[in-house]
């Protein structure tokens, strides 16, 4: 990955072959970046993107195997336990051009992906939520 700020704005330029939520979240820790939204597009590969049942309090989980274009990837970075959490959601699409949307679990990059980084002055934090199972944010 290369990095680079814009004050106060980080850019982030993924290396092909590296995973996609856990290099971004290496580039938050290493700006010391504790709390931000980001945007991004490029490509992923062998991407596994989730559903969040609200009534079972679980994901669904599927794999698209092979090469998709990121028409839209957002998300942001906070701390749940003092843990850099990455929250990704993406929608792709492939040489069909059906799209598919969700969290983004993982992934790799088979070319590029560029990610520009919103960081907060403050921590944005996260808590575990009874009601409904998810790491919601402290606000």
Do not use: W
């Amino acid at each position: 990955m290369k990095m680079q700020k814009y004050d106060p704005y980080l850019v982030v330029r993924f290396e092909k072959g590296e995973e996609i939520i856990s290099t971004l979240k290496q580039a938050a820790q290493s700006a010391g970046i504790k709390g931000a939204f980001f945007y991004g597009l490029g490509v992923g590969q062998d991407l596994e993107l989730g559903y969040f049942d609200a009534r079972t309090r679980d994901y669904t989980r599927r794999m698209f195997n092979g090469e998709y274009e990121f028409t839209s990837l957002a998300g942001n970075i906070a701390l749940f336990e003092g843990e850099t959490v990455i929250h990704c959601h993406v929608t792709i699409t492939g040489a069909e051009f059906h799209a598919f949307g969700g969290h983004l679990f993982k992934g790799l990059v088979p070319a590029t992906l560029e990610i520009i980084v919103l960081p907060f002055a403050e921590t944005l934090g996260r808590f575990h939520d009874e009601a409904t199972g998810l790491r919601l944010l402290k606000l």
